[in-house]
Each structure stands twice: as C-alpha cells, then as structure tokens.
C-alpha cells in the first residue's frame, strides 16, 4: 500500500489518524465495531445497495462497513474503500481477504482531494467518516463527482457533542473529579472533527453547495454500548476528549480513571454500559 503524504488542506488528520488514533481504534476495533455498527446498518438500509453495484464507502476505517456493504453487492458489484489512516486500512484489507471479498479494492487516499473514477459509482456511503475535511464542501463536490447521474449518498455523523453522553459524559466526570481540565477556550464548532456536523442547516447548505438534491437530514437516537463496564472504561481513557487529558496528565491518570469508572458504573446493565447516542441520517442524490 503505498505511503500517504501528510500534506495538504487535511495535513493535520492525516497526521493524526496515523499516529494517536489509528492505532488505538486497531487495537479496540471488536468494541468499536459493537458500538457503531448498528448505526450505519441503519444508514446502510437506506442507502439500500443492490447486488451489482458500485459503491464508495468513504472514511472506511477498519472495514466493518466495507464488508458489510460487499456482501450486500455481491460478487458482481464492487466496493472502493477510501480512508486515511495506514494502520486502520491494514486491518480492512486483512479482514476483507479473511471474508473473501475479492470485489473489495482498498486506497490509502484523502477524499477531499484524491482522484476519484468520475461518475463510476452507482452509491456513495460513509459510517462517521465525512466530518473531518478542512473543507467539506470540496470534499463532498469531489466525492459528488465519482458518482452516476442519480447516484445515491447515504451516511450517518453525530449531532451536538452534548446530546452524545457515550462521548461527553466519561470527560465530564474527570473535570468533576479536576476542574482545571476544562477548557479555557470554546472549541470551534466548526473544525474538522465527530461533531463538526452537528448543525443540520449547515450541512444541508454544505450538500447543496456540492451539487446534491433530495436531501433528507434525519435525528435519530438510540442507546449504543462498548461493552462491559471494564471495556468502557478501556475505550474512554484512550478516545476522545478525555485521551488528551490523559496524555497531558500522566502523575493523574489512575485518579482520573477512577473518577471515570465510577461514572461509567452508574450506566453499567447486564447488556453492558448503555449511553444514549445523537446522529443525523443523512441521504441525497446527485
């Protein structure tokens, strides 16, 4: 797989889905996959792929999504998965040869700016893989071009990082436990990153800028889990918010994960750690 260069308007995700992230989303992608796989097979359903078609899965990670959506083509269809974190697509290329996808093609690519086969694809889908370009309306122009007149899109991103306890909730209880690990500054809403879609209007103007019709930008909420109440904890001290902290707080670490695991066992239930989830269900065509 040849190397991606960390230049260019996305530089800095490049650089950080090759280094802190994409290992760790490696090294948890069974309990990563529980919690988000639900979400985009509900995408997925309203993306409805057929057997013999063509799809761009965008931001593919690991590849759940990928083969989820191969076996949903079949044989005869065919499935071109972008991402850019090296360690991520290592995993999707060994499961999909595990599974026996041959229809399956991997590329190590930013989306906003690779070049992609125009108007090749019959659908286009993304499982929280659209929010993190420098510019978004570039990039969905670019990912409108790869396909057919009519093409379908289908992808889910989150809403409002405060309608997401399952993020929020385990950094919130290490800032009750150390208040100076609040920001000083608001984040910009805006920036690259899980929530830079939250505003529905924006992201309908965004999609339309890009040339894309029949937009519909559904709410949908449902209760996601990692897993036990020890796969939880595993997962919040490593992902988000509080992974910084941690980073940045090494003499703290053992009091900030207590402070988190007793959070965390406030929600814990025989189907495991259950916290609500906020997305957006978002289709279009071209």
């Not at 399952?166 to 809403?189: C, E, I, R, S």
Request: with cysteine.
């Amino acid at each position: 797989m040849p190397a991606i260069s960390a230049q260019g308007p996305n530089a800095a995700q490049i650089a950080y889905w090759n280094t802190a992230a994409g290992p760790s989303w490696v090294a948890m992608q069974d309990q990563i996959d529980r919690q988000l796989r639900p979400l985009g097979l509900t995408a997925m359903y309203r993306l409805a792929p057929a057997a013999g078609e063509t799809v761009l899965d965008v931001g593919c990670g690991c590849g759940s999504t990928t083969l989820d959506l191969a076996a949903r083509v079949g044989p005869a269809g065919h499935i071109l998965a972008v991402d850019i974190s090296e360690p991520m697509l290592g995993v999707a290329e060994e499961r999909a040869r595990a599974a026996g996808f041959p229809q399956v093609e991997f590329r190590l690519a930013d989306a906003q700016t690779a070049t992609l086969p125009s108007g090749a694809a019959d659908a286009l889908f993304s499982r929280f893989g659209v929010m993190f370009f420098a510019d978004p309306a570039a990039a969905f122009t670019n990912l409108r071009s790869a396909l057919k007149p009519g093409g379908r899109l289908a992808f889910v991103c989150w809403r409002a990082m405060a309608l997401n306890p399952w993020m929020g909730l385990p950094f919130q209880a290490a800032v009750a436990a150390f208040p100076d690990l609040a920001p000083t500054t608001a984040p910009d809403p805006f920036a690259p990153g899980p929530f830079a879609f939250a505003d529905g209007e924006r992201l309908r103007t965004l999609l339309q800028t890009a040339g894309f019709r029949d937009i519909v930008i559904e709410p949908h909420d449902q209760l996601i889990s990692l897993g036990d109440l020890e796969s939880t904890l595993f997962a919040a001290v490593r992902l988000g918010p509080l992974a910084a902290a941690m980073r940045d707080n090494p003499g703290r670490q053992e009091a900030i994960t207590a402070a988190v695991r007793a959070e965390m066992a406030r929600h814990d239930s025989p189907q495991g750690v259950q916290l609500e989830s906020s997305t957006w269900m978002v289709t279009a065509s071209a």
